[in-house]
């Protein structure tokens, strides 16, 4: 099929084309190979099938006409022989008129294309050839474009488990970063739970102690999902470990507040051009006096405060931006007097999501009345929720509680 082209009738265009003729009538065969001298193309007569196997071989035509009710032979058995031995290569049959049976078999046996004898003029023969031929080189074609489809599914799988590993690896080291909960600094007890909407998540949680009397908390959600997003709260975390050891070292300059961490967080992320953007709550716990002191980077919802059996959301001075959008974006510390005995729920806005129905207020008072119901109970605030690792959550979600104990 590779030196076959478009034939153009006359002697003055030949064409390299070879076909393969098989009939025993001889006038029909010297008929044919005569009108298809005359449209340029190299002949090749037998008379029956077996001498037509023996030209097929030798000669390896570009496309076999043969008469399907050739006497003392099968034709069908070599048609069935011919699409073995070269499924791609076209096979017109020769038929007589009225004999449907046989030309039926012929067609369910993949022939190209079918004539019926006596044909009554060279244009007939011709576009039954050049049909064929065309109908041969999209099935080629087919097949080489099936086989390079092929190959890149396999290439495809090759690199999707390479992904699926480096995801593996990449949740690994999220979850080996966060800290284990329960835990309990100083006086206040941390948990909190993670659930990505892919295998990795945007939404991080983190505790630790800074000072004597200081605990430094935050939830973070970084804009967008999966490793991108992952990857931004990894280096979130190690950048406000850096400025937390500087700080304890006596290496950090002017006041360690929450509001102060967002400015910094903020000129670094903008530094990294990565187009990224993390809304944060950040709190600072004193436990020698029961104080609060927090600043927020356009996080929503704003945490919830729940004693005496309410849940009520904190209050905010000014709303600030997330961090990694504007240079010239500025935070401010808020401060409150914790009651005796409270606990403090802060969420990703991936729980709005969540909660199926209701406008953003509805939403947000269904969170309230659920904490009530739970009386602060973590692990039945979840199950009121209905968080669990099998949800298929729309965006991340985190949930963190700091409780006295």
Not at 191 to 209: C, N, R
Not at 329 to 338: G, K, P, T
Request: net charge negative.
């Amino acid at each position: 099929m590779g030196k076959a082209r478009d034939m153009k009738s006359g002697n003055s265009h030949r064409s390299d084309l070879t076909i393969l003729v098989i009939e025993d009538d001889q006038s029909i065969r010297e008929q044919l190979a005569a009108s298809l001298q005359t449209l340029g193309m190299h002949v090749v007569l037998a008379r029956h099938p077996e001498e037509g196997m023996e030209k097929f071989h030798s000669a390896s035509p570009d496309l076999v006409l043969i008469d399907i009710h050739l006497p003392q032979a099968s034709s069908f058995g070599m048609l069935e022989e011919l699409s073995a031995l070269a499924p791609d290569l076209p096979l017109v049959v020769l038929a007589e008129r009225g004999n449907k049976d046989d030309l039926i078999k012929a067609l369910r046996l993949g022939v190209s294309d079918y004539l019926i004898l006596p044909l009554a003029d060279d244009t007939m023969l011709e576009h039954s050839i050049q049909n064929s031929l065309r109908r041969a080189r999209l099935i080629e074609e087919n097949s080489r474009i099936r086989k390079k489809l092929e190959q890149i599914n396999v290439e495809l799988e090759r690199r999707l488990e390479e992904f699926h590993q480096d995801q593996q690896a990449g949740r690994h080291v999220q979850i080996n970063m966060m800290p284990v909960p329960p835990q309990r600094i100083s006086r206040f007890l941390f948990k909190h739970k993670v659930i990505p909407s892919l295998y990795l998540s945007g939404d991080t949680v983190d505790y630790k102690q800074v000072s004597r009397h200081e605990i430094l908390f935050y939830i973070a959600d970084v804009s967008g999902h999966g490793s991108s997003s992952a990857f931004v709260t990894v280096l979130l975390r190690f950048r406000i470990d850096q400025i937390r050891r500087d700080y304890q070292c006596g290496r950090f300059t002017g006041e360690f507040t929450p509001a102060r961490l967002l400015e910094m967080l903020n000129l670094d992320l903008l530094a990294s051009e990565l187009d990224k953007h993390v809304t944060l709550f950040m709190g600072l716990l004193n436990d020698s006096d029961n104080s609060l002191i927090y600043s927020v980077a356009g996080h929503h919802p704003l945490p919830f405060l729940y004693s005496g059996g309410k849940a009520a959301q904190v209050t905010l001075s000014r709303n600030s931006f997330p961090i990694g959008l504007l240079k010239e974006a500025d935070y401010i510390d808020d401060v409150m007097q914790l009651p005796g005995k409270f606990a403090l729920w802060l969420f990703s806005d991936g729980i709005l999501e969540h909660i199926k129905h209701g406008s953003l207020e509805e939403k947000e008072a269904k969170l309230a009345a659920a904490i009530e119901q739970s009386a602060g109970d973590f692990d039945q605030l979840k199950a009121l929720l209905q968080l669990s690792k099998s949800i298929k959550a729309p965006d991340d979600i985190a949930i963190m509680s700091v409780s006295d104990v």
